[in-house]
């Protein structure tokens, strides 16, 4: 069995809080599974939460940036054309917004 491609990314805090939200609420059952990969592998630790000392606010979550660490992940092709999916989609309905576009442009840049 041939091995899947990789491609490495380094998310900062803001991406990993930020690509759960810009996913798709519902689909195909692939694409809700390759979806449950992904925002497994960006997830929060416990101990990610009270190190960035995250915490929910009325408009989102907050935290101490200067404590955010950059963190590298490994997405199987797979998930990088969902993201990309998502990412081109939001472009066509204009819903590219200052908070995510950072975001955006790491994953178009995969």
Same mark, same amino acid.
């Given at each position: 069995?041939?091995?899947?491609?990789?491609?490495?990314?380094?998310?900062?805090?803001?991406?990993?809080?930020?690509?759960?939200?810009?996913?798709?609420? %519902?689909?195909?059952? !692939?694409?809700?599974?390759?979806?449950?990969?992904?925002?497994?592998? *960006? $997830? #929060?630790?416990?101990? +990610? &939460?009270?190190?960035?000392?995250?915490?929910? %606010?009325?408009?989102? !979550?907050?935290?101490?940036?200067?404590?955010?660490?950059?963190?590298? *992940? $490994? #997405?199987?092709?797979? +998930? &990088?054309?969902?993201?990309?999916?998502?990412?081109?989609?939001?472009?066509?309905?204009?819903?590219?917004?200052?908070?995510?576009?950072?975001?955006?442009?790491?994953?178009?840049?995969?």
């Amino acid at each position: 069995m041939e091995k899947m491609a990789t491609y490495k990314i380094n998310l900062t805090l803001l991406d990993r809080l930020i690509i759960p939200a810009i996913l798709p609420k %519902a689909g195909g059952l !692939v694409e809700q599974v390759t979806q449950r990969g992904i925002t497994a592998k *960006i $997830e #929060f630790t416990p101990e +990610e &939460v009270e190190e960035f000392e995250m915490q929910d %606010a009325e408009k989102g !979550v907050i935290f101490n940036p200067v404590k955010a660490k950059d963190i590298e *992940i $490994e #997405f199987l092709q797979n +998930e &990088v054309d969902l993201l990309k999916k998502t990412a081109n989609q939001l472009n066509e309905e204009h819903k590219i917004t200052q908070e995510n576009l950072d975001t955006v442009l790491k994953i178009n840049n995969l």
